[in-house]
């Protein structure tokens, strides 16, 4: 399995790093974005990423980047990439009024547009694992405030196991999230400064022999930790790194 991180960066281009997107390349039912925050086209350009190649994204929640990139990322799909195959949208509950609210706020009239493809957009509920377009996902809740449940996001496709913690502080859900994954995405903000919402490296070192993933990658980092980046032991994502697992 190939995984790109297209964007490790938090809201504010920490490390002047893209917004969240992930994309795994998966040699069946077409490849998948995790999260699409609102620089995620760019990245997507970037990187060279075949758009049409994309036949689902997973959003974690509802943050701008998280999932702002959408908008740009539909119509790309209409006007210049000029797709054809189905699109399937996945988030937590609300996504799909949100994402509209958005779409209208950034292109009016962008949600009464009839596309030359069809748009599936379905809403995640908690623990409850849903299989779609070759991967089961299950969404478990974290804690971070974004006006709708945030999660994680355990993965499951081609005989692999992806988890991916969105943005959250230490929850005791990120376990079976994460628990005997190939491949664990976990944010970490600060080195070791505690805080609502976000986990830091530190508490996330000390709870990661109960999670037990085969590997773990550190992502959304602050430029706090940035700065700090040879205190840090454990693998930390860059824009356009390339994984296999």
Not at 91 to 112: C, H, K, S, V
Request: aromatic residues 10%; glycine residues 8%; negative net charge.
């Amino acid at each position: 399995m190939r995984l790109q991180f297209l964007g490790s960066g938090d809201a504010f281009g920490s490390g002047g790093r893209f917004n969240t997107c992930f994309h795994v390349e998966r040699a069946h039912h077409g490849n998948l974005l995790v999260d699409c925050g609102a620089s995620s086209m760019i990245a997507i350009r970037k990187w060279e990423v075949e758009p049409n190649a994309i036949s689902t994204v997973l959003v974690s929640h509802l943050h701008g980047d998280h999932f702002a990139g959408l908008p740009f990322f539909l119509l790309d799909a209409q006007l210049v990439s000029r797709r054809t195959a189905p699109l399937l949208l996945a988030g937590p509950p609300g996504f799909r009024d949100r994402l509209m609210i958005l779409m209208e706020a950034m292109f009016a009239g962008a949600t009464q547009v009839q596309r030359k493809f069809d748009l599936e957009i379905r809403e995640l509920e908690l623990h409850d694992r849903v299989e779609v377009n070759g991967l089961a996902v299950t969404p478990y809740l974290m804690k971070h405030y974004s006006g709708a449940p945030s999660y994680a996001l355990r993965i499951e496709t081609e005989g692999k196991i992806l988890t991916y913690s969105g943005d959250t502080e230490w929850v005791e859900e990120l376990i079976p999230a994460g628990r005997d994954a190939d491949l664990f995405i976990c944010e970490a903000y600060f080195f070791d400064k505690v805080m609502k919402y976000h986990i830091d490296y530190r508490t996330l070192v000390d709870h990661l022999p109960h999670i037990g993933a085969r590997r773990t990658i550190v992502t959304h980092m602050s430029a706090e930790l940035l700065s700090r980046a040879s205190e840090i032991a454990l693998e930390a994502a860059h824009d356009g790194l390339v994984v296999e697992f």
